[in-house]
């Protein structure tokens, strides 16, 4: 398939004419424009990496897991640090979006420069062809009509030939031959008019085609250079978050390594009380401490039990009961 270029299709039939020009400049101003909008994106997003890196960063530094101890402390010591290498990582990324953006500015100025001299030449040629189109309509306009005036003048000698006399005949004849040379002159100049404005035309041919050529070579460029850097970009914010797994890497292999068991028997270790619980507490009857002792306390450690009562001999009245028979408060 015949590849369509823009000097072959940017015409048109009117010689003062400029659509076609016209057509290609808009379409270059609208790329220029997506080329600063691009880079107000890549600004915009650096801002924001660089904001979010920031905040990251002051993350990475509050108290978290202070009291933990052992492996756990460990790999939360690792996710902290590894976190402060992800934040710092973003830095950097914002750094080299914003050294993108500046190369895609640079580029955008350049290619600003470099069309500002075609243009000023191209519109240049432009005025100068429309002001001598205008030259050549106006010679030709005073060219047909100096033609009419001749013809007017000779026909009217003509007519008078026969009719007038010898003296009028030659003011006739005077009059006939002025506009015939005020004729010759108009054709003189229409046609030299003509001719200057046939080469500027080839003139601007050739500096079209050249325009056209450079403005399509500048386009190529553009658009290449967008499409690489939107990929350079992308490539940025994989390879971010390929850095970033890795960094989250190093806290998963930490965590691998967090022995749940070990640090029970550490804080155990530590920490411990002891291996024995207290005795349990028991129940003591009021009445049976009556006849023993008026009052009694619960014992406490480290002192020893109260004695028991002395054994009671039978038939002894002191330590008698009132089940049995003789029971008496009365002694006799």
């Known amino acids: 398939m015949r590849e369509l270029h823009f000097k072959d299709n940017f015409w048109n039939t009117e010689i003062i004419s400029t659509v076609g020009y016209d057509s290609i400049i808009q379409h270059l101003n609208d790329g220029k424009r997506t080329c600063k909008e691009i880079e107000d994106f890549m600004k915009a997003r650096a801002a924001i990496e660089e904001k979010y890196a920031k905040e990251l960063l002051g993350l990475s530094k509050k108290v978290c897991g202070?009291?933990?101890?052992?492996?756990?402390?460990?790999?939360?010591?690792v996710f902290k640090l590894q976190t402060e290498n992800v934040s710092l990582s973003h830095l950097h990324l914002a750094q080299t979006m914003r050294e993108e953006a500046k190369k895609l500015e640079d580029f955008r100025e350049k290619q600003k420069e470099t069309r500002k001299k075609v243009e000023q030449h191209m519109d240049a040629l432009h005025k100068q062809k429309a002001a001598q189109y205008k030259k050549t309509a106006d010679a030709k306009k005073?060219?047909?009509?100096?033609?009419?005036?001749?013809?007017?003048?000779?026909?009217?000698?003509?007519?008078?030939?026969?009719?007038?006399?010898?003296?009028?005949?030659?003011?006739?004849y005077a009059k006939t031959q002025q506009a015939k040379q005020?004729?010759?002159?108009?054709?003189?100049i229409y046609s030299h008019?003509?001719?200057?404005?046939?080469?500027?035309?080839?003139?601007?041919?050739?500096?079209?085609?050249?325009?056209?050529?450079?403005?399509?070579?500048?386009?190529?460029?553009?658009?290449?250079?967008?499409?690489n850097v939107v990929w350079t970009h992308l490539n940025h914010l994989s390879q971010q978050c390929v850095t970033s797994d890795e960094l989250y890497e190093e806290v998963r292999k930490s965590l691998e390594q967090c022995n749940i068991q070990e640090d029970i028997e550490h804080f155990i270790n530590l920490r411990r009380t002891g291996?024995?619980?207290p005795a349990s507490v028991p129940y003591e009857n009021f009445y049976n401490y009556q006849r023993s002792a008026p009052t009694r306390s619960l014992p406490t450690a480290g002192r020893r039990a109260a004695a028991p009562p002395p054994p009671t001999a039978?038939?002894?009245?002191?330590?008698?009961?009132?089940?049995?028979?003789?029971?008496?408060?009365i002694r006799y």
């Open 142 to 172: 005073t060219y047909e009509q100096k033609c009419r005036d001749k013809e007017e003048a000779e026909q009217n000698m003509n007519r008078n030939a026969t009719t007038s006399s010898s003296k009028q005949q030659e003011k006739l």
């Open 314 to 329: 039978e038939n002894d009245p002191l330590y008698s009961t009132v089940a049995e028979p003789g029971y008496s408060l």
């Open 193 to 227: 008019n003509v001719s200057l404005l046939g080469k500027l035309r080839e003139e601007w041919l050739n500096e079209h085609v050249k325009a056209c050529e450079f403005f399509e070579k500048q386009e190529v460029e553009r658009i290449s250079t967008l499409r």
């Open 275 to 277: 291996d024995k619980p």
């Open 182 to 188: 005020t004729a010759e002159e108009a054709d003189r």
């Open 66 to 77: 202070h009291s933990e101890m052992n492996t756990l402390k460990r790999s939360l010591d």
